[in-house]
């Protein structure tokens, strides 16, 4: 790997049990024990109220630390639910993208569980040379977005080269992999970019307008929609970031509720090898921060040091721990 892909997508959950019977028993990845959160440290870091807990339980695919999601369930009163019925593209982090092999099987199995799809699994040219995947959202846990993707084509197409670099990270028993991508709807194009590329030190894979029907579609978004759609990996088939900026239409901004105690996707973690060096480089570039340095205990792994800091091309929160991948 060259950079820091994501290490840990952090949901709040309504429930822990509601997050384990789908990132658990139907994604299919391996859950950590139920871990007690609480203490000024805990509250500093998630500017809580005093005396506010949670309980936090991490899915991840073996000892894998690349695309995990952190459920926590916080013990607090008035807590919203982010996401709301009908929601589609809304400034901020707003999905998780999973590979899968069979999209359409996989499709009717969820639809049987109850789950609530955005259309049918939409498959589509994104050029000769990169290939073509097989796409579909539905309705998560909470309301949160899922992709699915069903990587199809030539072996000589990008696309290609990706699908034998995820066969040889393997999936899980149930045919997932961990998150493979993650999208973050992003109001400052540049400044957004800098922060992945200057804090992170991901680099762009692809950088284009997404406009045909076919994306708008399975997308829920307007006819005609354009939406510059950038990727930053680092080299890695799980754990990249995908920015989308509305060119020609409106979305929502959720940003204000975007914080704990709420119900939903609340910030993205990266392991960083030194936290106060990428706290200065996010100084010189004038990002935000949220919380200070504070040892923190993160569910299934342990005691370790962390700080938040706000992406300056959103306001979404970034959360850096200090750790190796």
């Not at 809580?48 to 991840?60: H, Q």
């Not at 995947?133 to 696309?159: C, K």
């Not at 996010?282 to 700080?307: K, Y």
Request: include cysteine; aromatic fraction near 8%.
């Amino acid at each position: 790997m060259t950079g820091s892909p994501l290490s840990l997508a952090v949901l709040g959950v309504s429930s822990l049990e509601t997050a384990r019977k789908f990132y658990g028993d139907v994604v299919g990845l391996d859950a950590s024990e139920p871990t007690p959160m609480a203490g000024p440290g805990f509250e500093a870091h998630w500017g809580l109220e005093p005396g506010v807990t949670a309980d936090g339980v991490m899915f991840s695919a073996g000892s894998s630390n690349v695309g995990r999601v952190l459920a926590i369930e916080f013990h607090a009163d008035h807590r919203q639910t982010i996401p709301q019925p009908g929601d589609r593209t809304y400034r901020g982090l707003w999905n998780l993208n999973f590979y899968v092999d069979d999209i359409r099987t996989t499709t009717k199995t969820l639809k049987a569980d109850g789950y609530t799809f955005w259309s049918e699994p939409v498959g589509y040219e994104v050029s000769a040379a990169a290939g073509q995947p097989v796409e579909v959202l539905f309705d998560g846990p909470d309301g949160l977005a899922i992709n699915l993707v069903e990587l199809t084509g030539g072996e000589e197409t990008a696309i290609g080269k990706l699908r034998r670099e995820v066969a040889a990270e393997g999936k899980t028993p149930t045919g997932y992999t961990p998150v493979s991508t993650t999208s973050h709807s992003i109001i400052d194009h540049e400044r957004a970019l800098t922060f992945y590329q200057y804090v992170l030190g991901l680099h762009v894979i692809i950088d284009d307008v997404l406009n045909k029907p076919e994306t708008n579609h399975f997308l829920g978004r307007p006819t005609g929609a354009e939406t510059r759609a950038t990727f930053v990996s680092a080299n890695h088939p799980f754990g990249k970031i995908a920015l989308s900026y509305p060119l020609n239409y409106k979305v929502p901004t959720k940003g204000s509720r975007q914080v704990a105690p709420n119900v939903g996707y609340l910030a993205q973690g990266f392991l960083v090898s030194n936290l106060g060096e990428a706290l200065k480089v996010c100084d010189g570039i004038a990002v935000e921060r949220f919380s200070d340095p504070v040892e923190i205990i993160v569910p299934g792994v342990g005691a370790q040091m962390a700080a938040i800091v706000r992406n300056p091309g959103s306001g979404a929160l970034m959360e850096l721990i200090e750790g190796t991948y």
